[in-house]
């Protein structure tokens, strides 16, 4: 009788929970049974195991072996167990010391020739492997992304029998940071810039919209006629954010990982652009499957989510984005699990004035009725509208503002250091982005004087505001009160925020 026990790592949500692969060999007809909830791709993995240990030139034991996969309660899936059943089966079987298991995760998918191939969600594994205090072994094919987790202790082997002979004392097992070589290196260049701002021709209200969305992490809503820069100023937002700090690309990252589009390291610490069609369905946009994945806007968590053409949406996936935008975190409940993904995402959408684009262009071309912009309008719900700080109305810009040899604007060098000197104002104040104020931080950080107040209050009868939408004045105003310098808001940082709230529907 032999028993062998192998440290793993499953899939849960950007979590990576332990596993406990327990390999008993008995007495009895010779037979391979896994148990403990795994999924269609862990029971075959037997027959994977099998022929990848005969590959590399071991014995498998023509004996009754049990496998389970503990706890037994969580679900298993992929092919990310097959290194440590392989493992578990050889030590159980005395083939390698079960003692040089201690202490160390094992991940990996086995071809039948024994070649480890890369499983997702390494990066979420490694961070949990050096919680634990563990050393992580991983496929060669994953070592760029599990170097970008640099205080983990993580190893990379390309083959069941390389990892054997590493485990053995016969080769060392080179660092995932040495088998990376210059992928490693990479994530730590620059990442491509985003477009930058002097680009954007004219439109000197919406470049100020979008520099106080930056500097507070305020969502926008651009509403104008086609060809007038909204797209244009949505992709300049991420050049125009702060480099994401070391937890935040880890969690980024991490997000990235597990999405079975795999992590590009190449981008890492840049901040990420979403910016799915219209088309996309409700899954699309909040995640979903068996097992669930994070959907876009998990994917653009740190970063930036634009919806273009938003009344084209379907009213299902709008309704997605009302949770998380006020919570940062999106739950994904399918039948026997669930998963939650971070979802702290800036929005910026656009739309047109009315169904054809032109509502209020000085061309008069625009021949929508009103009931016609009424029901284009209706498509979008009170309450999401509600939860956007920031809505702006634009207009197409004349001829000669287009000109090539106009002036230039200015670029996004200066607007971001205005944004990263307001940021760190906030962070002085320790209540984070004004955008995430609280009631707490909203009573310390956002008083009024009382003909602010007063002001405040008129234009919420006037303007028919809810008390969410009156917090979201105060917010935007403090934000426009950092980036003026100011320690208080004064009443032009207030007129200034309240003109971002009036109706994009009555402006048109």
Same mark, same amino acid.
């Given at each position: ?68 996969? $503990? !706890?037994? /309660? *969580?679900?298993?899936?992929? +092919? ?5 059943? %392989? =493992?578990? @089966?050889? &030590? #159980? ?99 491509? $810039? !985003?477009? /930058? *701002?002097?680009?954007?021709? +004219? ?5 100020? %919209? =979008?520099? @106080?969305? &930056? #500097? ?99 009213? $299902? ?121 609280? $009631? ?69």
């Amino acid at each position: 009788m032999g028993l062998a026990l192998v440290h793993s790592r499953a899939r849960a949500g950007v979590a990576a929970p332990a596993v406990q692969v327990e390999v008993h060999l008995s007495g009895g007809l010779p037979c391979t049974q896994i148990v403990g909830l795994p999924a269609a791709a862990v029971r075959e993995s037997r027959d994977r195991v099998r022929a990848a240990i005969l590959c590399a030139q071991f014995e498998y034991p023509q004996r009754r072996i049990t496998i389970n996969l $503990a !706890p037994a /309660d *969580l679900p298993k899936d992929g +092919g990310r167990f097959d290194l440590p059943i %392989a =493992l578990g @089966i050889l &030590a #159980a079987s005395g083939q390698i010391d079960r003692d040089a298991l201690a202490g160390c995760e094992f991940l990996g998918e086995l071809g039948l020739t024994g070649e480890l191939r890369p499983v997702d969600g390494i990066l979420p594994a490694v961070l949990a492997a050096a919680r634990a205090g563990r050393r992580l072994v991983v496929p060669a094919a994953s070592a760029a992304e599990a170097a970008l987790a640099r205080e983990a202790e993580a190893y990379a082997a390309r083959t069941l029998l390389e990892t054997c002979a590493g485990l053995g004392g016969q080769a060392r097992l080179p660092s995932v940071g040495e088998a990376s070589g210059e992928a490693a290196a990479e994530t730590l260049r620059p990442a491509p $810039a !985003p477009p /930058d *701002l002097a680009a954007v021709r +004219g439109q000197l209200q919406a470049r100020r %919209a =979008l520099e @106080i969305a &930056a #500097a507070g992490g305020h969502h926008l809503l651009m509403s104008g006629p086609p060809g007038c820069g909204k797209t244009l100023l949505a992709s300049c937002l991420p050049g125009l954010l702060p480099e994401a700090s070391e937890a935040e690309a880890l969690e980024t990252a991490a997000v990235h990982s597990i999405s079975g589009q795999g992590l590009d390291p190449s981008r890492w610490r840049q901040r990420p652009l979403r910016a799915p069609h219209h088309g996309a369905s409700p899954v699309a946009l909040a995640g979903g499957g068996s097992p669930p994945r994070p959907g876009e806007i998990s994917l653009a968590h740190n970063g930036v989510l634009f919806l273009d053409e938003l009344p084209e949406w379907s009213r $299902a996936a709008l309704e997605v984005l009302r949770e998380p935008l006020e919570s940062g975190r999106i739950t994904i409940s399918r039948a026997g699990r669930s998963a939650e993904f971070p979802a702290r995402f800036q929005l910026v959408a656009a739309l047109n004035p009315c169904p054809c684009g032109f509502a209020g262009d000085p061309s008069a071309r625009c021949r929508c009725t009103p009931d016609m912009v009424a029901r284009y309008w209706g498509r979008l719900s009170g309450p999401l509208l509600d939860r956007i700080d920031l809505h702006l109305s634009m207009a197409r810009l004349p001829p000669a503002q287009l000109r090539a040899d106009a002036p230039p604007s200015e670029s996004s060098v200066g607007v971001r250091a205005r944004v990263e000197a307001a940021r760190a104002r906030q962070e002085a104040r320790g209540s984070g982005l004004n955008a995430r104020l609280d $009631a707490t931080g909203l009573a310390a950080c956002c008083r009024l004087a009382d003909a602010e107040q007063a002001l405040l209050e008129q234009a919420a009868e006037r303007l028919q505001l809810t008390a969410r939408s009156m917090h979201r004045v105060l917010r935007v105003a403090r934000t426009i009160a950092d980036l003026d310098g100011s320690e208080g808001i004064g009443r032009p940082h207030l007129a200034e925020a309240l003109g971002y709230r009036a109706p994009l529907l009555l402006r048109d």
